[in-house]
């Protein structure tokens, strides 16, 4: 059937293996762009992303949920940086400029990683947990699996079973009503496998500090793999996440 070529040729983006422009083109996250640093950036923050630390200022895009509020007020010391391979491998590397002691923090995370899921290099099963999304992340997976991403071609497949998954994939806050099924869904995880924080709500609780029903994230639940940041993550972002959990992308 002609449509069938002309939709896989057309329609389905390569990547990871060629760049594709939309996913080049996204703005994803948010960089400090200029020397100056002033108290009244962090002010601007909703979520205290921004730190402004000896006259340095830093995002923590594990923070930011890509409210442009820092951009508006500081159009030339902030900017809206494009690119979706955002997830990385420790928490302390989604700050940028980046800490003294990150490289070699995500070095060793990386070989530890690389061992441990030797076996999962060529086809990989999900299962996702929502502990407290807003339901925006969940719009992102689910786009994973229609034509444009199509992440079937890559091996990567969902599974309602965490008996057949290899991958936990976590967005939400992290309530405390699901802390427990959190837990006993990672028990049932057989070894070896990976937790992907997915979203900013999974990695701090962006907007939405602890309270006597949430935690500020998973990583006090769960122990967290792989950090995708974004508010809510793109397909693409969710995908180079997934690609480095199982060592099919180095970075
Ligand atoms: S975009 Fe919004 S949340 Fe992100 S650093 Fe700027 S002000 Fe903070």
Redesign the pocket.
């Given at each position: 059937m002609p449509w069938i070529s002309r939709g896989a040729r057309v329609v389905t983006t390569r990547w990871p293996r060629r760049a594709d422009q939309y996913a080049d083109r996204f703005p994803a996250t948010?960089s400090p762009t200029s020397a100056f640093a002033s108290p009244e950036m962090a002010e601007?923050?909703?979520?205290g992303?921004?730190r402004v630390d000896d006259d340095q200022v830093r995002?923590d895009r594990g923070r930011?949920?890509?409210?442009?509020?820092?951009?508006r007020h500081f159009p030339r010391h902030?900017r809206f940086t494009p690119g979706s391979e955002i997830a990385r491998l420790a928490r302390d590397a989604l700050v940028v400029p980046e800490l003294d002691k990150t490289d070699g923090a995500v070095r060793a995370v990386r070989d530890e990683l690389s061992a441990r899921t030797r076996a999962l290099r060529r086809s990989v099963h999900i299962r996702h947990i929502d502990v407290g999304s807003d339901g925006a992340d969940e719009w992102e997976v689910l786009a994973l699996l229609n034509p444009i991403y199509d992440v079937h071609r890559l091996g990567i497949f969902f599974t309602a079973s965490p008996r057949h998954a290899d991958i936990l994939l976590v967005t939400g806050v992290g309530t405390r009503g699901m802390r427990e099924p959190l837990a006993r869904t990672l028990d049932a995880l057989p070894r070896p496998c990976v937790v992907i924080a997915a979203g900013t709500d999974a990695i701090s609780g962006g907007l939405v500090h602890p309270t006597y029903a949430t935690h500020g994230g998973i990583a006090d639940l769960v122990p967290v793999d792989v950090w995708v940041p974004g508010s809510p993550p793109t397909p693409f972002s969710l995908l180079h996440g997934i690609l480095l959990a199982i060592g099919r992308m180095s970075s």
């Open positions: 948010v601007v923050c909703p979520t992303a921004i995002v930011c949920i890509l409210c442009g509020r820092c951009v902030f």
